[in-house]
């Protein structure tokens, strides 16, 4: 039985909280009234409107675009594998000690340097023209091909990066437990270290694999038919934006459960690290 | 015989630093040898050293005859020869508390998935902690964790056993059942190598004690000597230290 004076409290408090939510919807509604009011009343938006949410253009466009991002959505898959893989190696060979490995932890190193400095517009018009450039047998002069493996090398600097932040946090009385039971160090890195460093930065991990998504996009510029180079052409035949937007729209929609999906890994990694 | 542990003229720098400048210490078969010393006078880096953990600067450690810090040596083969409990415990985090005791067996020493597991679970039951084979650490007291770093120390029926101040991160009341199991192992006749602060338990279990002072042995010999009678005066200046911090039970 709760006390008169704990009622009185809860009643104070659901009160306030009743009165937060107001306020929450209250402000909301006004911002969406005003921002919209200043948006439709703004001198271009009816040449806006029809360029860029016309709906007869997104009813036209749609097919090929969603055919389109389903192309997105096989290099997006394929590439993340690869991606995982070749990042989890160089950082791997990053945190290799000892003078012997200089020239491994080196040629690592200078890759990470190289691809997370270089723009990824960049990157792709080396790979994707330079390469097929040299007429050598064997190179792929697929674009979706050439544009997947320029999205590798980019994003494997990157999660390289993130797998060797997770790998340095593991505390090295792991390690020295690790080996004060006989474990070699590669049995070491592979049954104590790793688990514990992939666990910890699955969140970033999560974060880049959003970013990975839109940046597929970007295989358009070698001319593969994707979901952006669909609304490009799309958008050229009568010189309407919309397919752009629908295209964008598409790219958040794929994006948005990622996201969550980081949101709750980051929530359960810090409900984990707290109860330890 | 020949002693299991044989360190000669052990020498130990970090930096400009010496830490161990010398020391000579045996551990014989089934014998229970206690390092004592304020901190920072080299207990711990002398067990990092035994356990091949750290690059010696001069000296050497045997290891049943065999001179084990040649760096000609394979130190994975050596280490797997001995068992080390650490102050923090150091269980894995991420494996069940089973699993944390079967990995050497298991991994290092080849034996097969169930054989492991009967011998952990007839461990953890000597223990106390039958019930708790699934569980993970995290879910452990400090006691219960230490119990099972202790067991997952054993799994492999080490040569030497070596314990690193295992009690120093457990809250008063849990110091008991570690030190009761600790009792419990050495008159089952293994051959310890521990460092403490706990002088009263290492007055019950030792039967030799070694005081250590500024990375240098200075003196050694049996619990009643060293920690009643001792005859050098750094020594003596120690214990009262310790008594004076009621430490000495």
Redesign the interface.
Known sequence: MTSELQRDRLAYKRSRARRSTGVAILSTLVFAVAAGWAISASPGWPRVRSSFFDLPTVAQSFPAILAGLWLNIRVLVVAEVLILVLGLGIAALRTLRGPVWFPVRALATGYVDLFRGLPLIICLYLVGFGLPGLRLTGVPNDPVVLGGIALVLVYAAYVAEVFRAGIESVHPSQRAAARSIGLTYGQTMRIVVLPQAIRRVLPPLLNDFVALQKDCGLISVLGAIDAVRAAQIAAAKDFNFTPYVVAGLLFVALAVPCARLADAAGRRLARREGAV | MTAVLQVRNLVKRYGEHTVLDGVDIEVAEHEVVVLIGASGSGKSTLL?CV?L?EDLDDGQILLDGTDVSDPRVNA??V??K???V?Q?F?????LSVMDNIT??PR???GTDKAAARERALALLARVGLQDKASAYP?RLSGGQQQRVAIV??LA?EPRLLLLDEITSALDPELVGEVLTLVRSLAEQGRTILMATHEMGFARQVADRICFLDGGVLVESGPPDQVLADPVEDRTRQFLRRVIAAGRLG
């Open positions: 990092r356990n953990q994975d083969l280490r797997r001995m068992g080390v650490f923090a150091n269980l894995f985090p991420h990995l050497a991994v290092v020493h995290d997952r120390a492999y």
